[in-house]
Each structure stands twice: as structure tokens, then as C-alpha cells.
């Protein structure tokens, strides 16, 4: 009777083994990698808040009508994993490329995690993904524009946000609109890092590309205490635009900077990044009335579609504050990732790889002013694109492409300290 009773556990042992995810598990666990302390941890929390606020939306019942179309945003869970919830399972790379590789060892060896996301800094994502191609684990990068991130051969890794060169390429698009300046002659500002330095070389490229001359060509260290002689080469340059690509730290440092040399060129053009940071927009603000930024987000685009309001509605009523161009990227992540998971019906890296290649989602299934998220044959999203915007007011509102425009008296330039 014994023998009997323990052969029939030692059965449904052997049959759990091999059950399905969805049906020996609940719970589904993701990696998240992203500056929370450091230079950047005020950037690094708003992409967690937004994150969280994806996984609510798949876990939980939502009523708003808006969301309809958006895969899983019906809060029942992952359905072809047996309603199965989402958990991510955080990591802090406090902006260092080497820690963020550390977690990526251990969300995968220790959480076990079926995927990896982040880690905003390019510099990060470059090392994180390392491990996860090495490991044979998903790693879906929502917010890193570095273009050779996408560009390395890798097998599992996948970005649903542009890269750098399609957002420079969208400046000098814009540029050629500008008609109350010149626009001809560029210098370029950036950290030497990942994300600066492929900045530059996209800025090099299109430049070229669309007749326009670099004058000056300005390197520095991120977080520097000091910027004073880079806002010296910038002035001696005299060029007619100046792009950025600082994080929020070093982008209120160069403000600082500049405003106390009383130098301001004439048409000031952020890489997204610190620009956009809720931070930098409630400090500096008010002083840089008229600055440029590329984006993939505005809240005065939340009209083209019903998503966008409702999903910029119910951040604000979680947060107090609205979604930006580099949470809103993240949230969107997630829900990508969450959707590629539930195709797969698994937690086999393999299927869920297979599940990411196949993802072809269109405008009106992402929460984003894109055509949609289709991965090509490098991981790249295909079908993203971006915006510029001005900052008026107490925040920034779209200016390029024309079709998102709410104010037909933007862009007022040249721009000028307040």
C-alpha cells in the first residue's frame, strides 16, 4: 500500500516536471535593469514607475475603453500561460556598465528570469545584453537609440525604440523647415560614452547627407564637475544649431553653464535624454523657454489616438505627472514583451524568441505615436519613428512632423536665456 501511495507521488512529481509553464506556473518573472541611484536615478524611477504601471495593466482588471485594442491591457494576466502574472524583478546598474552586466549574471543565474529589459544607458545595455546572448535569454531594449546596439549579430537581442539614426536623420528633417535661421552650420555636445559617441557619428552622417558642415566637435566626460571649457568651444564655434547628448545631470550643468557665459547659440537641439527628464523640465525649465528636443513622446499627441490619452490618464492618476518620451518607451517595452511571452504560451527561451521575431503589432495596438513594432532581421523596430519638440510653457510641445502640431505659432526661434 506503501509502495503504491509513493509511486503515485512520485508520479504526479514526474508529471508536474513536465506540465506546461502556464500550468505548474503563476508567476512569470522579467529582469529589469536601470539606473535607480546615481546621476541618473531620477530618470531610472520614472522608468520603473511606468514599468510597474505595464505590469498593472497586464495583471489587473482596467475599465478605461481605450486601452481596447492594446494586447493584454484587459488586466486577466498572460491567458495562454494559464493567466499567469507578470513580476519584474528590478536591478540597480547605477548608470556603470560593469554592474549592469553583474545583474544581468544574476537576475538570470539567481531570479531566474525568463527575459531581461533596460538598461536606458547604452553604454549598460551594451554590457547587460552581453549575457543575456551568451546565455540564450530575450533581452528587449525599450529605451537605448545606439545604433550599433542593433548591429553586433546578436540573436536575442531586440529594441522597439528608433535608434540614433533615424532621430538625427528626424532633426535634419526638421531642420530643413527652420526658416527664420540658418541651420547650416552644426556642433555637436556629447558624453564620450555609447550613446554620445554614436550620436556624433549619426550627426556626421546625416550632416553630410542633407548639406550641412560640422564646426565643432565636442567631447567630455560625463558627469564632469565642470563644463566651462566645452561651453568656451562652443561659443568660439558661432554654429547656428548645437545638439546635445548629455543625461539630465550633465544637460543642467551645460544650462548652467551657458546662461552664466550668456551664451546661447541660436538654435539649441537636445538627443532626448536628460532634456526630457521630469527633473530637468521642473528646474530648467523655465530658463530654456524655446529649447529643442527630439522625442518619441508629447503629451499633446495624445490626441491622434484613444491609447495615448487613456495610458498618459492613468500614469497621471497613479503619479501626478504625465508620461515622457523616455517612460513611456519602457511601458511600451513591457507590454511587447509581456504579449511575445503569452504568444509563446512558455517560459522557453527559445519560444519566446521565436514569438519576439514574429511580433507585428500595428499602430493601434501600441501605446506610442508609431506605426507599430515589428523587429527586422537585426532586432530593430522597424516601424518607430520620432518627433521634435519645443519646450513652452511648463513643458514641451510638438513641433515637427506637422501632423502632431497643436501650436501653429511654434517653433519661435531663435532661442534665447529667460
Do not use: C
Not at 278 to 300: C, H, K, N, S, Y
Request: charged share 20%; hydrophobic share 40%.
Amino acid at each position: 500500500m506503501k509502495k503504491n501511495i509513493l509511486a503515485g507521488v512520485l508520479a504526479s512529481l514526474a508529471m508536474a516536471a513536465t506540465l506546461p509553464a502556464h500550468a505548474a506556473d503563476k508567476v512569470i518573472r522579467i529582469g529589469a535593469i536601470y539606473p535607480l541611484t546615481g546621476s541618473s536615478a531620477s530618470t531610472g524611477q520614472e522608468l520603473k514607475e511606468a514599468i510597474d504601471l505595464a505590469v498593472d495593466l497586464v495583471n489587473n482588471p482596467h475599465a478605461d475603453a481605450g486601452l481596447a485594442g492594446i494586447p493584454l491591457a484587459q488586466g486577466k494576466g498572460l491567458p495562454n500561460l494559464g493567466g499567469a502574472k507578470l513580476q519584474v524583478v528590478y536591478e540597480d546598474s547605477q548608470g556603470k556598465p560593469e554592474v549592469g552586466l553583474a545583474d544581468a549574471q544574476r537576475l538570470i543565474d539567481q531570479e531566474h528570469v525568463v527575459a531581461l529589459t533596460g538598461a536606458y544607458q547604452s553604454g549598460v545595455t551594451k554590457t547587460a545584453s552581453r549575457i543575456a546572448e551568451q546565455r540564450g535569454i530575450p533581452y528587449l531594449n525599450a529605451e537605448s537609440s545606439s545604433p550599433d546596439l542593433t548591429e553586433r549579430g546578436y540573436k536575442w537581442f531586440f529594441r522597439t525604440t528608433p535608434n540614433d539614426e533615424t532621430f538625427i536623420e528626424n532633426m535634419m528633417q526638421f531642420l530643413d523647415t527652420v526658416k527664420t535661421v540658418p541651420t547650416t552650420k552644426i556642433a555637436v555636445v556629447y558624453e564620450n560614452t555609447d550613446f554620445g559617441v554614436n550620436t556624433y557619428k549619426a550627426v556626421e552622417k546625416f550632416a553630410k547627407k542633407y548639406h550641412r558642415q560640422i564646426v565643432a566637435n565636442i567631447a567630455y566626460s560625463a558627469n564632469s564637475p565642470s563644463v566651462t571649457a566645452e561651453v568656451q568651444k562652443l561659443s568660439d564655434a558661432k554654429p547656428d544649431v548645437a545638439i546635445f547628448a548629455s543625461y539630465v545631470s550633465d544637460a543642467m550643468l551645460f544650462v548652467r553653464t551657458m546662461r552664466e557665459a550668456k551664451y546661447a547659440p541660436p538654435v539649441l537641439l537636445a538627443n532626448d535624454a536628460g532634456f526630457i527628464d521630469t527633473r530637468f523640465i521642473q528646474e530648467m525649465g523655465p530658463q530654456v523657454q524655446g529649447v529643442l528636443t527630439r522625442d518619441v513622446w508629447a503629451t499633446d499627441v495624445t490626441g491622434a489616438k484613444p491609447a495615448l490619452k487613456a495610458i498618459n490618464d492613468l500614469f497621471k492618476a497613479k503619479y501626478g505627472k504625465e508620461l515622457n518620451g523616455n517612460n513611456a518607451r519602457s511601458l511600451e517595452g513591457i507590454l511587447v514583451l509581456a504579449d511575445a511571452i503569452n504568444r509563446a504560451g512558455s517560459t522557453d527561451p527559445q519560444a519566446i524568441r521565436k514569438a519576439l521575431i514574429a511580433t507585428n503589432l500595428n499602430a493601434n495596438q501600441v501605446v506610442m505615436p508609431w506605426a507599430g513594432v515589428k523587429f527586422d532581421a537585426n532586432g530593430q523596430n522597424s516601424e518607430g519613428s520620432g518627433l521634435i519638440l519645443q519646450m513652452d510653457g511648463p513643458g514641451y510641445k510638438t513641433v515637427w512632423p506637422t501632423s502632431y502640431r497643436s501650436d501653429a505659432a511654434l517653433p519661435k526661434l531663435p532661442f534665447a536665456w529667460k
